[in-house]
Each structure stands twice: as structure tokens, then as C-alpha cells.
């Protein structure tokens, strides 16, 4: 009897410790944290003031006869945290040149030229998941940059972060400064945004997804 006690504790301790390496490696690995998209400047052309219609559609402004010029963009995407979580409450900011490389700033080069039909800044705040969408125009370039939009996302109680979102494929992205100027590879494609066909939306139209990964 005590040798068949001796045996089934020890046939115990190994089962325990099976079990429990069992669990260990069934357990799901800590997820890597997402790469933060990298800052950017705001530049000189932040709206001084504030157009009369700032919704999430730049392309058709209330009151206008006709909508932009341009080529039509369907700009989405989510704002999450480092961990892949949804920031709710956020608002988002974007402004950018007009089809023939204006900014409606009255210190841009030609800004009485300013197309009237294009908003040039939108808002739009984020949903319960994280999502945010923009209907503009796909960036053009301007002298000095390669075509862009900027972006500006704000946090109540945490702040204001601003980047920009450029296209993949422009030629004139090996050139410029600012994209250059982000050194990590990795970062640096986060902002290089694919255009593609939208015609399930919108005909002529593109569209693209640029998530933004907030570091918090």
C-alpha cells in the first residue's frame, strides 16, 4: 500500500506539471504593440480661420454650385492606440491644396485663385470603433512638395497630434524633405497611403485607408 501511494503521488506531480506547462504554452502571446505614426509639421497653411461649412465632405461645400475640381478620394481609416484599441472621442482634422496646388491661406502663392467649390479643411469625429472617413480630392503636388494631406487628430485631455498622409507611387516622394525626414523604415510607409479605383462608391473615384496609431 504505501508503494502504490509513492507511485499515484508521483504520477500526480508529473499530470500537475504537464498541465501546467500545457497552459503555458496554449496561452496567447502579448500582441506586439503597433508601430506609432510618426509626427509631422503642420506647415505654414493651417486655415486661419475656419470655412462656413467644415464637415467630412471637401468636395462639395453647402451653397456652391458645382463640387471641386480634382479627382475625387475617399480618405478612411481608424485611430487606435499602440495596443490596436479604438480612441473614441477623437476628432479629426484635415486641409490641403486645391487641385491646382492652392491653399485656401490668404499667405499661399495665387490664393485669389483659391477653387471656390473645394472646402480645403474638413472634420469629422471619430465613432465608437475607432473610424473616421473624408470625402476630398486626391493630393496634387505643389513647388517643393509631393502631393499630401495634412492631418490633425485631437484627444480631449490628451492633446493634439498632427501628420500627413501622402500617396504611394507619386515620383516626387523620394524627394521630399518631410517624408525624407522620417528616418524608420517602418514608419515611413505608414504615411504612404495605396490609391485605388473606388467605382463602388463613387465613379472616377479613388479611394484609401490611413490609420492612425496614436502613442498612448
Not at 479629426?92 to 491644396?97: G, K
Request: hydrophobic letters at 40%; a positive charge.
Amino acid at each position: 500500500m504505501p508503494e502504490h501511494r509513492s507511485v499515484s503521488r508521483r504520477t500526480l506531480m508529473v499530470g500537475m506539471a504537464t498541465l501546467s506547462t500545457t497552459a503555458l504554452l496554449s496561452r496567447p502571446a502579448r500582441a506586439t504593440p503597433l508601430v506609432p505614426t510618426p509626427g509631422q509639421t503642420e506647415g505654414p497653411f493651417y486655415p486661419t480661420s475656419l470655412p462656413a461649412d467644415v464637415d467630412h465632405d471637401l468636395v462639395r461645400v453647402h451653397g456652391a454650385a458645382a463640387q471641386a475640381l480634382g479627382t475625387v478620394a475617399h480618405i478612411g481609416g481608424r485611430i487606435l492606440d499602440r495596443a490596436g484599441r479604438p480612441v473614441s472621442g477623437a476628432v479629426v482634422e484635415i486641409w490641403q491644396c486645391d487641385a491646382q496646388g492652392i491653399y485656401r491661406h490668404p499667405r499661399a502663392p495665387g490664393h485669389d485663385r483659391f477653387d471656390g467649390n473645394f472646402q480645403g479643411y474638413g472634420r469629422a469625429a471619430v465613432a465608437s470603433d475607432g473610424a473616421y472617413r473624408f470625402r476630398t480630392i486626391k493630393p496634387v503636388p505643389y513647388p517643393g512638395r509631393t502631393p499630401h494631406i495634412h492631418y490633425a487628430v485631437i484627444v480631449p485631455g490628451t492633446g493634439r497630434f498632427v501628420t500627413q498622409m501622402y500617396v504611394a507611387g507619386e515620383p516626387l516622394n523620394a524627394r521630399d524633405g518631410l517624408l525624407n525626414a522620417i528616418r524608420d523604415p517602418q514608419a515611413r510607409r505608414s504615411v504612404i497611403i495605396p490609391l485605388t479605383a473606388a467605382d463602388g462608391l463613387e465613379a472616377g473615384a479613388v479611394q484609401g485607408t490611413f490609420d492612425i496609431v496614436l502613442d498612448l
